[in-house]
């Protein structure tokens, strides 16, 4: 009876971890996940890294060009030591520092728009790659986690949602009709599956990748600072808001230092949301995990001019967010959007219902004439009455 029981719970662990195991496969290969969320992740990094572009055209020169204290000379020496390369550093022409320049607002506009986003993928992380390893001590660090994604985002399918790719995608299938079937025989029916699971699955792995990384960044950020004495005191904020560095707004800067106790708050709930943050990723407590992880970057962003920093932090945070979000956020915008222009309409209909006539016109004349009859009668009746009683 004994030994029953054990083959009967034996065979019940290894049904639940088959049930398991084939959950997780089917998971992996046979439908992307998060498509809404990488073309977020597309969007948003091409669009912070053309930003970050444009807002140092003027200085150009002297970070990545030929002109930079970090000379090409000195960039060589640090491809030796590390294996990067960069190709701004193939030549020391002014007019071919400018004509890379000008390729890699071509490539971030490109990518950010999802045009033949399996190439300009690709093209963006030579360009994001070349203008880091060019000249690494130069940034502030905050284009870090952008060369990171901008080397995972290649694995996903990025462009099927929200890009030019997209849209030319549906107008091909519109233009072909629902009745149009794939021709071809059954050798090419397999190859278009095979590569179709191919595609999903390395999708699949990109995803899980970046949502790791972005686990690994916070967990172990948080972790740094728990072993920081100023940290666990509460005054790593004040000692923050006091450096010169980090301090574009000088005036706001001293009038958050002067709220001691929300400095203090505010640094223990940086290091509880990241050591959580990990672990917070199922179900709806992530939902507010993500907003104050939003208040935090953005008041990093404004307090301490790292927006560089702040945007690529709040773009990966993305990742987390499920399809559903995205598909339902823009049904509640265009219903709102609706349910306003039905009550303009209604208060223009009522408006033009009870409005008054105007003062000028033939309905006004005809009031008017009205108006001054009526006064008259009522000025001449006591004369019309005296009259009639004494027979006059």
């Not at 439908?31 to 091409?46: C, K, T, W």
């Not at 890699?104 to 203008?131: E, I, K, N, P, Q």
């Not at 904020?237 to 450096?243: G, P």
Request: aromatic share 10%; net charge positive.
């Amino acid at each position: 009876m004994e030994n029953e029981a054990q083959r009967t719970a034996s065979a019940g662990v290894e049904q639940w971890v088959h049930d398991r195991i084939t959950a997780a496969w089917n998971l992996l290969t046979r439908r992307p996940v998060s498509l809404y969320a990488a073309s977020v992740l597309r969007i948003g990094y091409g669009l912070l890294y053309l930003i970050f572009l444009l807002r140092e055209f003027p200085h150009r020169d002297e970070i990545w060009g030929p002109a930079s204290p970090w000379t090409p000379a000195l960039a060589h020496q640090l491809f030796e030591q590390t294996g990067w390369n960069s190709v701004l550093a193939l030549s020391d022409s002014r007019v071919y520092f400018d004509l890379c320049y000008a390729l890699a607002l071509v490539a971030s506009a490109l990518f950010m728009l999802g045009w033949r986003t399996r190439v300009t993928s690709v093209l963006f992380a030579v360009v994001v790659t070349s203008f880091h390893a060019r000249a690494i001590f130069m940034t502030d660090g905050g284009d870090n986690l952008v060369l990171l994604m901008a080397l995972y985002l290649p694995l996903t399918a990025c462009g099927r949602r929200w890009s030019l790719d997209a849209r030319g995608h549906r107008l091909k299938a519109a233009r072909a009709g629902d009745a149009a079937e794939r021709a071809g025989g059954l050798l090419a029916r397999e190859f278009r599956d095979a590569r179709t699971s191919l595609t999903t699955v390395v999708h699949n792995c990109g995803m899980f990748l970046i949502a790791a990384q972005v686990c690994f960044l916070y967990g172990s950020a948080g972790l740094y600072k728990v072993q920081g004495a100023s940290w666990g005191s509460g005054t790593a904020l004040h000692y923050v808001l006091n450096l010169e560095l980090f301090r574009p707004w000088p005036a706001l800067s001293h009038f958050v230092d002067e709220h001691t106790l929300v400095v203090a708050v505010a640094g223990y709930m940086t290091v509880l949301l990241q050591v959580a943050f990990p672990f917070v990723l199922f179900g709806r407590l992530k939902y507010p995990v993500l907003i104050m992880l939003l208040g935090m970057h953005t008041g990093i962003a404004v307090l301490m001019g790292l927006p560089l920093f702040s945007g690529a932090m709040i773009v990966a945070d993305a990742v987390f967010l499920p399809d559903r979000f995205y598909t339902l956020v823009p049904r509640l915008c265009r219903r709102a959007a609706q349910r306003t222009d039905r009550r303009r309409t209604a208060t223009g209909r009522a408006a033009r219902l009870g409005a008054v006539p105007a003062q000028s016109g033939p309905g006004s004349a005809l009031g008017s004439i009205r108006r001054v009859a009526f006064s008259a009668e009522r000025k001449d009746s006591p004369a019309k009455r005296h009259d009639q009683g004494t027979g006059h």
